[in-house]
Nanobody, 118 residues
Framework: QVQFVESGGGLVQPGGSLRLSCGAS????????MGWYRQAPGKQRELVAH???????NYADSVKGRFTISRDNAKNTVYLQMNSLKPDDTAAYYC????????????WGQGTLVTVSS
C-alpha cells in the first residue's frame, strides 16, 4: 500500500506563500493521479488540487489562480505551491491517490499543518 509523508507547512501571514511536499512510497507512483486534500477545523476534508499521471491539473474554485500542484515522478513526490494565502486556507493538508469521484484511495499520512494568521 502506498504511504505518504507530507511536509512544508507552518505559520504564514496573509498574502504569504508556502510550498508543501509529499513523498510517496511505491514503484507505481507515476501511474497514479495525485491530489492535495485539506481539512479545516470543524469541516470535512476536501480535495483542493489534483494532477493526473499525464500532468493535467484541476483546482477547487477556492484556490484556483493561487495554488499550483506539480509532480516529480523520478522522486515520487508531489508538490503544492501556495501563494496569496488567506486565513481560510488554514487547515491540515494531506496528499493521496485520487480515484473516481475524487475519492482518496490510500491510507492517510500525518499531514502538514498550514496556519495563515497575522
Amino acid at each position: 500500500q502506498v504511504q505518504f509523508v507530507e511536509s512544508g507547512g507552518g505559520l504564514v501571514q496573509p498574502g504569504g506563500s508556502l510550498r508543501l511536499s509529499c513523498g510517496a512510497s511505491g514503484a507505481m507512483f507515476a501511474i497514479y493521479a495525485m491530489g492535495w486534500y485539506r481539512q479545516a477545523p470543524g469541516k470535512q476534508r476536501e480535495l483542493v488540487a489534483h494532477i493526473a499521471s499525464g500532468g493535467n491539473t484541476n483546482y477547487a474554485d477556492s484556490v484556483k489562480g493561487r495554488f499550483t500542484i506539480s509532480r516529480d515522478n523520478a522522486k515520487n513526490t508531489v508538490y503544492l505551491q501556495m501563494n496569496s494565502l488567506k486565513p481560510d486556507d488554514t487547515a491540515a493538508y494531506y496528499c493521496n491517490v485520487v480515484g473516481v469521484g475524487d475519492q482518496p484511495l490510500g491510507a492517510w499520512g500525518q499531514g502538514t499543518l498550514v496556519t495563515v494568521s497575522s
